[in-house]
């Protein structure tokens, strides 16, 4: 097994202003294969600090993957540091610095001299393009020890380490991959996910398990515990018989991603009438590429009034059951359909916080309606939490509703 | 100013599966104080990596501050750890065991022989009462050094952290804490942004900077670098005269709450015709609590069908000019401003990708339009990146957009 040490640097780290998520994200991609990780550390944009914790990190492991530091301001320190630490020079990257400059010219700028600091690597690195930035990102042999050095944004970080940095890993050390499983549970409390994997008829001892959290999913990771292969089969046989319909299918990365698909297979276009979600129903399906061909659209209502003209909900329905209620809900889901022509139409409407609650219907009470040409569905949830999670969870339900109106259809 | 470390232990957090929130909570803290934090390190449950951890955090640093590993389980080592590096025997804390004895017998329940290590501190500790959990936090002295160990659970951690240990540390080294000032910068380059501030007329002999970059914001964060109160008034001076509109107000957390807060002060309501944010612009002013007193609705039109119905755009301009044109994106924002009879409305049509795009209209060609009653705005982007960044970024031009029609017209 090799020994990762995962660097994450920036100073507002440690002023406590930003949450790393990138050696949390590392080490997810790293969990499933021989490649172990013991430490996580994080620095400030101070010289001192970044060369004492990069002598740490190479004398603990093998392989130090650190992010950030790479920018163009004055505060990125990286290639200074690590050229000092390993002996190397700065060198300007051809392609790094021509995809820059078409960059700028497309926007009818020229780059800044402070910009020409970001397209710079150790001179004798492996480079690592950036297709979602423009620092690349680098990996550098001394002594037997591996660095790589990525850009710390998240989303330059993610796609580099997921598609160049991981794979070149993998390819010096083969036979550093452990066959792993993933498989994701949608709406159901952590302790029911993990009690149900408990209970599945599987050879535990030659396969590790662990479950990840995040509002309104649990992704369950199967890892098999040395070089074997894992029976999938069987794993998600028993897994199909515990979690049902709640398991999204495994080629799918989350719910929104499941849900087109299910309605691309069904033939089925879809729209949305939206109050307290604001627009987050809609922007999930449509953060999906290729939506366009099931998503006909959705309406942010967010008004009584609005609701009425452009949702054709009654007055009398408004005034007698109130915004935040079943009957609403169904009344925006079929002008929602109408609307847009669509198949299905899902509508939310409650009370996200922080004001607006009240005895009878207290913050976080959300109803739903799904509406099809046959069937009518409404529910109501009432969702603890704060504003975030509330709309959060309100999304889940809501296109966890329509997945549900497929599948019970087939 | 003493130098602290913070130390996150846990497995979870090393295999990725858990995003460590402490040792940022612990920092935001500390980060008025006139303690400085200057490194976080996280390690798995492993006695060996948690020796050699808490070794490098203790020379590095003052104050070493951990969480983890105060249960009940054999991978709760950090009493043995701590005992071993400072030479001393673990010890039962009395009034810990009295607490847990009394809410087990509340549970009709005898504690588990695993139970007492919860309550076992080092000897000679001082001890700090959990008052959300069963495990008790310590803190000893050695050789100058101070080691502060809490529980890992974070409202376990969070409350003894602010309660007890924070006016504890603050007792021990009395002296007053660090100013700082935040400006947050809308749509302009991090290599400008560093610029601007590097030309300012500031005591840079006094005043420490640092910039924070997300999609489409620059944070700048200015800090006293000894005990001294910031020139602030000079400082806000200077950030108005470089970054001009471009600079959101300094009680605006984000960009959405600067434009709601904006709105709301002019007495101005919104809507919103959004083509390939698919909802996104929506939910980001619906972020903001309270924002239903200006904002009025949004309508998602992602096929031309809905742009004709919805948002009465005539079949010629979109045959004429194409759905993602200035001219469709006009008579979409006119036909949102209609629909909901606001004041102003934004609308946006572009290309999100990863198809679509053409030679003269490549991925990432975003048309935009803010209407109001008096005048009307268009403009294009190109958008570098994928369909997040695409996506996130015509959000921010949406929102700054209607934001800068609010501040012109003032």
Redesign the interface.
């Known amino acids: 097994m090799r020994r990762v040490a995962v660097i994450s640097t ?12 990138n ?9 499933p294969t021989a490649f172990t ?10 010289s001192e ?1 970044l060369r ?2 990069l002598g ?1 990190a190479l004398s ?1 492991a093998d392989i130090v993957i650190m992010s950030g530091g790479l ?5 990125d320190l990286t290639i200074e540091v690590v050229g000092e630490l390993f002996g190397v020079r700065p060198a300007v990257d051809g392609p790094s610095l021509a995809r820059m400059e078409s ?1 700028f010219k ?2 009818g700028r020229e780059p ?1 001299s ?2 020409v600091r970001m397209v710079t690597v150790p001179e004798g690195s492996v480079v690592f393009g950036n ?3 423009l620092a690349p990102g680098f990996m550098i042999n001394h002594n037997d020890k591996i660095l790589v050095a990525m850009p710390g ?1 998240p ?1 330059e970080m993610k ?1 580099m380490f997921e598609n160049k940095v991981l794979p070149r890993l993998l390819s010096l050390f083969p036979g550093s991959g452990r066959d792993s499983l993933t498989v994701r549970v949608v709406l159901m409390r952590e302790a029911e996910v993990n009690n149900l994997v408990r209970s599945m008829s599987l050879p535990f001892k030659t396969i590790d398990w ?3 959290t995040s509002p309104g999913m649990n992704t369950v990771c199967f890892v098999s515990r040395a070089a074997d292969l894992l029976p999938r089969e069987l794993i998600l046989k028993e897994a199909r018989r515990a979690f049902g319909d709640s398991m999204l299918d495994t080629s799918s990365k989350n719910l929104e991603e499941d849900l087109v698909r299910l309605l691309e297979a069904a033939g089925i276009t879809v729209a ?1 009438a ?1 109050s ?8 999930r ?3 999906v ?4 061909r099931v ?9 009584n ?2 609701k009425e ?2 949702l054709d909900v009654s007055a009398e329905i408004l005034y007698t059951y109130g915004a935040v209620s079943e009957e609403t809900a169904l009344a925006m889901a079929h002008g929602a359909r109408r ?3 669509a198949d299905v139409a899902v509508a939310v409407t409650g009370i996200a ?3 607006g609650g009240t005895e009878a219907k207290p913050v976080g009470t959300v109803c739903f309606a799904v509406g099809t040409a046959d069937t009518d569905r409404v529910f109501t949830r009432v969702i603890p939490g704060d ?2 999670r509330v ?1 959060r969870f309100s999304s889940q339900y809501a296109l966890d509703g329509i997945r549900g109106s497929i599948l019970t259809s087939k």
Do not use: W
Request: with cysteine.
């Open positions: 920036g100073s507002e780290l440690v002023y406590g202003r930003l949450q790393d998520s050696a949390a994200f590392i080490s997810a991609c790293l969990f990780v013991i430490s996580h550390h994080a620095v400030g944009d101070v600090d004492r914790t740490t603990e920018g163009p301001t004055d505060d960059f497309s926007m800044l402070g910009d297709e979602t930035g944004v989303h796609p662990g479950i990840t949305v939206e307290c979600t604001g627009g987050l129903v809609a922007q399906i449509t953060d590429p290729g939506s366009s998503f006909q659209g959705g309406i942010v209502a967010y008004s009034e609005a003209n452009l609307c847009f022509k916080g922080p004001g504003r975030e709309r």
